[in-house]
């Protein structure tokens, strides 16, 4: 199992209209072959000390049954589109590739 935390810094008070361009492709990316979870998360004010809150982040976590999987989706076709619908409105993007520990 390989497990994606892709953060999406967007631009400012962009938040609303990158989550439609986002969930537009959620369905085409959950029929790809390998794909176990994909899913836009934002942060959650649970009031805890530790806790970092950015608001204008969408974190997507992802878990794909191989790396091979995650290799094509990134490729994909649908995934080329989705990047430049939404280009304009992202100021950054860091992953985090896990596996099983």
């Known amino acids: 199992m390989v497990h ?6 967007v631009k400012a008070g962009c938040v609303p209209q990158f989550l439609t ?3 537009s492709n959620v369905p085409a990316v959950k029929a790809e ?3 176990v979870e994909y ?6 004010d649970a009031g805890l000390t530790n806790q970092s809150l ?15 999987a995650l290799r094509k989706h990134l ?5 080329a589109t989705y990047r430049e619908k939404v280009k304009d409105l992202v100021s950054g ?3 985090k590739i896990l596996q099983d520990a």
Not at 39 to 44: A, K, R
Not at 54 to 68: G, N, R
Request: hydrophobic letters at 50%; a negative charge.
């Open 39 to 44: 899913q836009p998360t934002q942060d959650l």
């Open 54 to 68: 950015a608001s204008d982040t969408v974190v997507i976590v992802e878990k794909w049954a191989s790396l091979d």
């Open 21 to 23: 361009l986002f969930k």
């Open 4 to 9: 994606v935390i892709a953060s999406i810094q």
């Open 93 to 95: 993007v860091t992953l």
């Open 33 to 35: 072959a390998g794909c």
């Open 75 to 79: 490729a994909a076709p649908h995934m």
